[in-house]
């Protein structure tokens, strides 16, 4: 158990308001006089202003727990409360935690911690497991959680016991708001707009879905996996054996060709004027006292964004930039969903229960034109250009149920025994992904070769003329535990004796098909036009032209089923002697199960069921099926001084700790995936290890009596088997993204944070992270650099952010600058002496106004990337040549939001 002095309180309210810009008042009496903060002697005020001060003071109250915390953690994290990321304008979670000492984000939406990647984090929602909705990415993109409903973030970059072991650059918390103590209504509008998106492309089925047709499914379990025409031609004449030949081919072609228009080929894409970015939120909940002791709670919160981004990009390939390159136009539209609500019922201060329901829906719907010249075949001097003409929806659905104890037990209490702390959780979650029609349809253009004007344009003449991909992915996650606490008090000693136990349960079932329309038997006058002109009823229910389906080809066999199951128990102390040294460790025991099948949707044979059985049974090195245990210790040390170089407070903490990165089903699964993002394949590999990490932590951290501090920290991460992501073997203009594991790896580094206030109402914080890698893979295995950096780490992430509260309480605006290092992006692989390549320094320059006209009414203005800095990768190729691979614009982006609370 962990007690505050008189001190200490004054040093956290000093924090708090030093954070928030208000720290109008100098606490600067002597370190050892005791000051109770209601006594503060403050000038005479108008009733207006006194309003004003009262719910600053509510503000300082909110984000004082957070700072508390922060000071009694006895492993290093660092947190972040609702009050500094509504001062920040941040929307999501993602955006927010850019704010955090040594965080980026990848893509917008994953967080990278000390320059560790997505797959060495792990994301909890209150504590509890929930699965990722995305496809290509193990862990909960918290672009998805909106901020309205969190109460405060944590990141913990040392790891304790009670945390699942699968942790590598730090385990963060997502904390959500719970039922307020008085009445709550709130709602909220807002729009925007973006430099780069005001007009661009959609498609003639945008926002509908279209699922795998009915006549196909049944066509597949008829003809046992094949529609070919030779397929049905073979079983029609099986049924009818007194049938013709011709009757035979008649039937298998009308049959085959039913089957390509049961398929949505309404997927022309043309220009559209898009429109403004719109926002909205509705919050309504109270809390009643059923007597003296028993109060109930609830509430209830809705939430939606949509907006249009163009996203265009331009690529060259690394060996031929000047022949082989290609432009996309590409425009999306993003649709967020939030629908929650909480129940909660205490009994006194000592027992509380809450039950809580999240659905999050995210909506993602593209359209995109590719053209550009392969330097053989389709060449500007000969005005040859390929087209690829491309819409995808996603939609994303992610449901989460939790209950929730919280259990205080005074009854034991005695001279040594304090009171005892028990909670619990159970949590049941499920995500579904689907990608109802995904297509993709090949072109061929004809251009002045010498202005690259297009004179005319057909569809091409190929095997896969026109794919159209129909995916399902689900995940179930069941997430339950309990701590407990027995703190014991001696006269220099307090010492809290700990311990618990988790279970998580994950289920998968992925599917996915894909069906080809073959168009290379046809004349140009077939295909003469766009996707619209070829694509049609007449078209293709014209029998003299050759069109023919099949379904296969790569995706349509990749599909598979998983299961896995960690169980972890845990016990630990926390031995605090005279507020002067604090120990805290102890260990982990935790079993991981894992079971992965691939399963080929196109096999009714069995003969691939019966392969894996045989490679379970024969093959010690099979990966089907895992099982791993291991104990996963943590050792904690802090030695505090209030007095120290003229401090509040100074603390030194050391941690040492054991852990472990699994790779996720995803990354073990032979599936290829389509980042949405960058539009990069992304391929699993079943074959890679588990990493096993050993962690180190040095932090300083300085608090003075004006609220001012400075926090520096070492750290450092040895690394067997690190798992990195590369490109898989092949020419340098099919980029393949893939996982493998490298022999060995460690990265280091040093973060310093400050927060300095600056009277009159302003304050500067800042974070810096300097840090280096270096991962060795075996040679042999075609790397260009056998050793390197790992991916994604940067030398250096900077965070800044100058603030400001007026006087009155009615204005506050933030002008926050992030930058990282170039970070890799892939390591380059049996490409020739073509270097790594890498992603460029990003500057991201934002800045946020809020004018709160009344108690009630707020209104925020926020522009974006103020700098209109685009995504850069580029590549040294084995000429020397250092060649942009990829450019994706970004766009300034504007918002304007006004809230009315009750």
């Not at 007095?643 to 089903?665: C, H, K, W, Y």
């Not at 004018?851 to 700098?867: E, P, Q, R, S």
Request: aromatic share 10%; with cysteine.
């Amino acid at each position: 158990m962990q007690t505050l002095n008189t001190k200490r309180r004054q040093l956290f309210l000093a924090i708090t308001a030093a954070s928030l810009g208000i720290c109008q008042i100098a606490l600067a009496q002597d370190t050892e006089q005791k000051v109770e903060v209601p006594a503060l002697e403050l000038p005479q005020i108008d009733a207006p202003v006194v309003e004003e001060m009262l719910v600053t003071g509510r503000q300082q109250s909110a984000a004082q727990s957070v700072v508390t915390e922060r000071m009694e953690e006895a492993f290093a994290a660092d947190l972040m409360s609702s009050d500094q990321i509504a001062r920040n304008g941040d929307s999501n979670v993602a955006v927010a935690l850019t704010r955090v000492t040594g965080v980026t984000l990848l893509d917008g939406k994953y967080a990278y911690v000390r320059s560790l990647g997505e797959r060495y984090m792990s994301t909890t929602l209150n504590g509890a497991a929930v699965p990722s909705p995305e496809l290509t990415r193990n862990v909960l993109p918290l672009d998805l959680i909106p901020s309205s409903i969190v109460q405060s973030l944590k990141v913990q970059k040392a790891y304790s016991p009670e945390l699942a072991a699968n942790f590598g650059g730090g385990a963060i918390d997502v904390r959500t708001k719970g039922v307020p103590d008085e009445l709550l209504f709130s709602v909220s509008m807002g729009s925007g707009m973006n430099s780069e998106s005001d007009d661009g492309l959609t498609h003639a089925s945008h926002g509908d879905k279209y699922n795998m047709p009915t006549e196909l499914k049944n066509a597949l379990n008829t003809y046992q996996g094949v529609v070919s025409e030779q397929r049905i031609g073979d079983f029609y004449k099986r049924a009818n054996q007194s049938a013709t030949t011709a009757e035979r081919d008649a039937f298998a072609q009308q049959t085959n060709r039913d089957l390509i228009l049961s398929l949505n080929r309404n997927v022309e894409i043309y220009k559209k004027s898009l429109p403004a970015d719109y926002a909205g939120s509705l919050a309504l909940g109270n809390k009643w006292d059923i007597n003296e002791e028993l109060s109930f709670g609830a509430v209830a919160n809705f939430g939606q964004d949509t907006k249009w981004r163009n996203k265009d990009q331009e690529r060259r390939d690394i060996g031929s930039p000047d022949d082989r390159y290609s432009k996309t136009a590409r425009t999306s539209e993003e649709t967020r969903q939030l629908l929650s609500s909480n129940l909660s019922l205490e009994y006194t201060d000592m027992h509380k229960l809450q039950a809580s329901f999240y659905h999050i829906e995210h909506i993602y719907d593209e359209a995109l034109i590719k053209t550009g010249f392969n330097g053989s075949n389709y060449t500007l001097a000969e005005g040859s250009e390929y087209a690829f003409y491309e819409t995808r929806m996603e939609n994303r659905e992610l449901e989460v149920a939790q209950t929730t104890g919280e259990h205080k037990f005074d009854q034991f209490n005695s001279t040594h025994l304090d009171t005892l702390v028990f909670d619990w959780f159970y949590s049941d979650s499920t995500v579904k992904t689907d990608v109802p029609n995904h297509t993709l349809v090949a072109g061929d253009n004809t251009v002045d070769p010498t202005t690259g004007a297009l004179i005319s344009t057909q569809l091409s003449p190929r095997a896969a003329m026109a794919s159209f991909e129909f995916l399902n992915l689900e995940d179930n996650v069941i997430s339950n535990g309990w701590n407990a606490k027995v703190p014991l008090v001696f006269d220099s000693l307090e010492l809290t004796l700990s311990g618990g136990f988790n279970y998580n349960e994950k289920s998968r079932e992925y599917y996915g098909y894909t069906a080809n329309i073959d168009g290379s038997g046809n004349q140009s006058a077939v295909l003469a036009g766009n996707v619209g002109d070829v694509l049609n009823n007449n078209t293709i229910g014209n029998l003299n032209n050759n069109f023919e389906l099949s379904v296969g080809g790569g995706f349509g066999t990749e599909s598979y089923v998983a299961g896995q199951i960690i169980e972890g128990a845990y016990g630990m102390f926390d031995a605090n002697w005279n507020d002067t040294w604090r120990i805290s460790g102890g260990a982990r025991k935790e079993t991981f199960k894992q079971g992965l099948l691939p399963v080929d949707l196109l096999d009714y044979t069995g003969n691939s069921l019966l392969k894996i059985i045989k490679d379970i049974t024969e093959n010690p090195n099979q990966r089907y099926g895992i099982v791993q245990d291991d104990w996963y210790p943590s050792l904690a040390v802090t030695y505090m001084n209030e007095g120290f170089m003229n401090t509040e407070v100074f603390q030194l903490r050391l941690n040492a700790s054991e852990t472990i990165v699994r790779p996720d089903l995803r990354e073990m699964s032979d599936v290829v995936y389509i980042d949405t993002e960058l539009g990069m394949k992304v391929k699993g590999n079943s074959g890679l290890l588990f990493s096993e990490l050993k962690n180190y932590d040095v932090r300083a951290e300085w608090f003075f009596d004006s609220g001012n501090n400075f926090t520096a920290t070492l750290f450092y991460k040895d690394i067997a088997n690190p798992i990195e992501s590369t490109r898989l073997p092949g020419s340098d203009d099919d980029v393949i993204l893939t996982f493998e594991n490298s022999a060995s790896g460690e990265i280091y580094g040093l973060e310093l944070e400050a927060l300095r206030d600056l009277s009159g109402g302003f304050f500067v914080s800042a974070n810096l992270t300097l840090s280096d890698s270096e991962i060795i893979s075996a040679e042999g295995l075609g790397y260009t650099n056998n050793i390197r950096r790992m991916t994604g780490q940067s030398e250096y992430v900077l965070n800044t952010q100058l603030g400001f509260d007026s006087d009155d309480g009615q204005h506050s605006a933030s002008l926050i600058y992030n930058l990282f290092g170039e970070r890799l992006f892939f390591a380059a692989r049996s490409i020739g002496n073509h270097q790594d390549a890498y992603e460029q320094p990003f500057n991201s320059l934002d800045i946020t106004y809020s004018w709160y006209a009344t108690d009630n009414l707020t209104t925020k203005v926020k522009i974006g990337n103020i700098l209109n800095e685009e995504r850069i990768f580029e590549q040294v190729n084995s000429n020397g040549e250092n060649v942009t691979i990829l450019k994706q614009q970004v766009g300034t982006s504007f918002g304007l939001d006004v809230k009315y609370t009750y």
